[in-house]
Structure formats: structure tokens, C-alpha cells
């Protein structure tokens, strides 16, 4: 495998992430803090209190989460700000993320659409491989073995096998029909989209 490769692939992980996140973010029944002041506040309480906790939460002095929640200092460096979107968008309403993933793992399961290269039949043929626009509802089962994957801090390789196989046996397979034993590629996504 080259370097190029090893690039893309990860690149095609990290948008399983991305699109896993903007799809819990899109759930918010009320909009997370934006100002640096209302984020270190929240995230306070989420630390109990501790400035000191969330400090080092955040990778920061004591005294400068300490000169933010007084609003000494507002407008925070590339690196804090992204931290502490981060951190707030974790920590937002836990229950709704909590009730939208129990639905999706239950009953509900989960849409996802892409735009990838898919594979599974010889050159020359109507089924080589190409990209495709695919938007595609994956059952409950699949959607429960994604968001365990996520939940038990697996890999971004094992998130990827769990929605190629998702998508390949929903999409290519039609769920054990006709095409049972095909062998799906899944590879260089471009966009990734979830929505439960």
C-alpha cells in the first residue's frame, strides 16, 4: 500500500466520523453556546466547578479559562476555539443524542449517503468498480453495530468495514437477496452524509 493510499483511506475514516457527528449535531433541539464566555461557563458545570479540571480539559492555564469566564478575554486562539467547540458539541444534551442512537440501533436505523468508489464485478462489466452517488436507509441492526463501533472507541478502520458493510449488504446485497457472497469495495469517499 503506498503513502497516497494509506492518505486516502484515511481521509474516507475520518469522514465516517465527521458525517456520525453532524448528524447527532443535527438532533440539538436547542443550539449549543457559540460565544467562548457561554462555552467555558457550560463546560464549568460539566467539570463541576473545576477550573482546574477544565484547564486541563481544554489544554489551557487556569488562568486563562479563568479570564474567559470573567470576559476579560473573548476572543480565543484558532486552537482554543476549536477546542472548545469540540468540547461543547461532546457535551451538549446528552439525552437527545442518548434517545436518537437508541432509535436508530432499535428500529429506526440510520440513511446514509455518499459519494464514493464502489466495486464488486470485473473490469469491462456494468458492475466495475466506479463512483457513485448512493443514499441508501440501513437497517437497525447495521445502524446498532455503527454506533457500538463508535461507543466502544473503535477504530476509524472498523468504523469504515462496519458502514461498507452496511451500505454493501443494503445496497448491493438487498439484504441477502440474489447477491449474497458479493464482495463490495468501498473506497475514496468524497462526502459522507448520516442522518438518524
Not at 489544554?59 to 476579560?72: E, W
Not at 448512493?134 to 478502520?157: F, M, R
Request: aromatic share 6%.
Amino acid at each position: 500500500m503506498t503513502d497516497d493510499d494509506v492518505q486516502r483511506a484515511a481521509r474516507t475514516r475520518a469522514r465516517i466520523l465527521d458525517g456520525l457527528a453532524r448528524a447527532e449535531r443535527a438532533l440539538f433541539t436547542r443550539p449549543a453556546p457559540k460565544s467562548a464566555r457561554a462555552q467555558m461557563k457550560f463546560l464549568r458545570t460539566r467539570e463541576k466547578g473545576s477550573t482546574k479540571s477544565l484547564a486541563a480539559r481544554l489544554g489551557v492555564s487556569r488562568k486563562t479559562v479563568q479570564r474567559y469566564l470573567s470576559g476579560a478575554s473573548i476572543k480565543p486562539n484558532k486552537r482554543l476555539r476549536e477546542a472548545l467547540v469540540q468540547e461543547t458539541e461532546s457535551e451538549w444534551q446528552p439525552q437527545v443524542r442518548a434517545q436518537a442512537r437508541q432509535r436508530a440501533a432499535s428500529s429506526g436505523g440510520m440513511v446514509i449517503s455518499c459519494r464514493a468508489y464502489f466495486g464488486f464485478g470485473p473490469e469491462g462489466t456494468s458492475d466495475a468498480g466506479r463512483i457513485r452517488d448512493i443514499s441508501v436507509a440501513v437497517s437497525a441492526s447495521h445502524a446498532a453495530a455503527i454506533l457500538a463501533a463508535q461507543e466502544d472507541g473503535a477504530t476509524q478502520s472498523d468504523l469504515h468495514d462496519a458502514v461498507a458493510e452496511a451500505i454493501a449488504d443494503t445496497y448491493f446485497r438487498q439484504a441477502g437477496g440474489g447477491r449474497a457472497g458479493l464482495e463490495v469495495k468501498f473506497a475514496d469517499v468524497e462526502w459522507l452524509s448520516i442522518a438518524f
